[in-house]
């Protein structure tokens, strides 16, 4: 199987993608055309994928990344092509299978003839746009979690007994991290573990400093212990203004820890508010406050919401019927390939 990733070096639709063609990795042969990205390249080659680079750079006009694409399909031989994305979707062979993390422009998946939405708002939202509704397959994302021991708190300047909040998000505007932030000033004594970077850094930072609550809020990068991140919190916290489904809520639940969000239409899809998760209005900062105190100071409100969320997540999100999903829809792509 031939994927193209086109994305940026970071990103949860990145993330997925490489965690993905992982896991397909291991019962049948993986390539993957993609934009050069060190540690994504790394994590392929060493599940035995396939990896050409630079074949996908941002400014190079479509029909001569198609032709590109084209040469390497011709000489791979691939029973399917997965295209993340629409820059993906752009150069892609006709006939390719495109994958929807998000709301994306239906246009640039012309030469796309089946198509996955990772929810069923995404599924309807595609149909009424004009795709064939017996061509879009629902297949959710799973979370992939490294094993090991929770990170020291020490490590990230945190006192042991210290309250933490984790949010794993890029520092895009589309995050509600200044929101975030906001919350922060009314929660007293907890400490903020913000996992991420892009293009909002320098504006966060100087926000913490005027809200007087930079002694309580780590700037800790991009990071791939996500797992050792989680275990070590009290809570995690998604504040995205527009999300359309939000791995990192299933990251959190594998991981057994509450999670409180924003009502973007991603997480209010996927948590049952009071049962699975806490949720607040998008952008109300002292809503959002008043939610990650209740769960900081309620500890079997905290106990009862991460329970019944890992037996949600265990149940409608496993690894193992999500890649069944993926190797059935390659299995029919395939047969109507033969025909």
């Excluded at 994302?141 to 794993?168: H, Q």
């Excluded at 929660?187 to 007087?212: K, N, S």
């Excluded at 809570?235 to 527009?242: E, G, I, K, N, T």
């Excluded at 999300?243 to 899809?269: C, K, L, S």
């Amino acid at each position: 199987m031939l994927h193209l990733l086109a994305g940026g070096r970071h990103g949860g639709a990145e993330t997925f993608a490489t965690d993905l063609i992982c896991g397909l990795a291991e019962t049948a042969p993986q390539a993957v055309i993609a934009r050069p990205a060190p540690e994504r390249v790394a994590r392929l080659r060493a599940a035995g994928v396939t990896v050409i680079e630079d074949a996908l750079p941002y400014a190079l006009p479509a029909p001569l990344g198609r032709w590109l694409v084209a040469r390497h399909a011709a000489r791979l031989r691939p029973r399917a092509v997965v295209a993340y994305m629409g820059r993906a979707a752009a150069v892609a062979p006709q006939g390719a299978i495109g994958w929807f993390g998000g709301y994306y422009d239906l246009k640039r998946y012309r030469r796309c003839r089946h198509l996955v939405a990772i929810t069923p708002d995404m599924r309807a939202d595609l149909a009424r746009r004009g795709a064939d509704p017996s061509l879009v397959h629902l297949i959710p994302t799973f979370a992939r979690l490294e094993e090991g021991e929770a990170v020291e708190r020490a490590a990230l300047d945190t006192p042991d007994d210290a309250k933490v909040i984790l949010c794993l998000a890029r520092l895009h505007p589309k995050k509600g991290l200044d929101t975030l932030l906001d919350a922060m000033a009314a929660v007293p004594g907890a400490v903020l573990w913000l996992a991420g970077e892009g293009e909002l850094r320098g504006a966060l930072e100087a926000q913490a400093r005027r809200l007087g609550i930079m002694d309580r809020v780590r700037f800790l990068g991009w990071r791939e212990d996500k797992g050792a991140l989680l275990r070590a919190a009290d809570v995690l916290a998604v504040p995205s203004r527009y999300e359309p489904f939000g791995t990192v809520v299933i990251e959190g639940w594998q991981a057994g820890v509450p999670v409180v969000a924003a009502r973007a239409a991603g997480p209010a899809a996927t948590i049952r508010d009071g049962e699975t998760g806490l949720l607040v209005p998008v952008d109300d900062a002292p809503a959002l406050a008043a939610a990650l105190r209740r769960v900081l100071e309620d500890r079997m409100l905290a106990l009862s919401l991460a329970l019944a969320a890992k037996e949600e997540e265990a149940e409608r999100f496993s690894r193992a019927a999500v890649l069944a999903a993926w190797r059935a829809l390659i299995e029919k792509v395939a047969e109507e390939e033969r025909r």
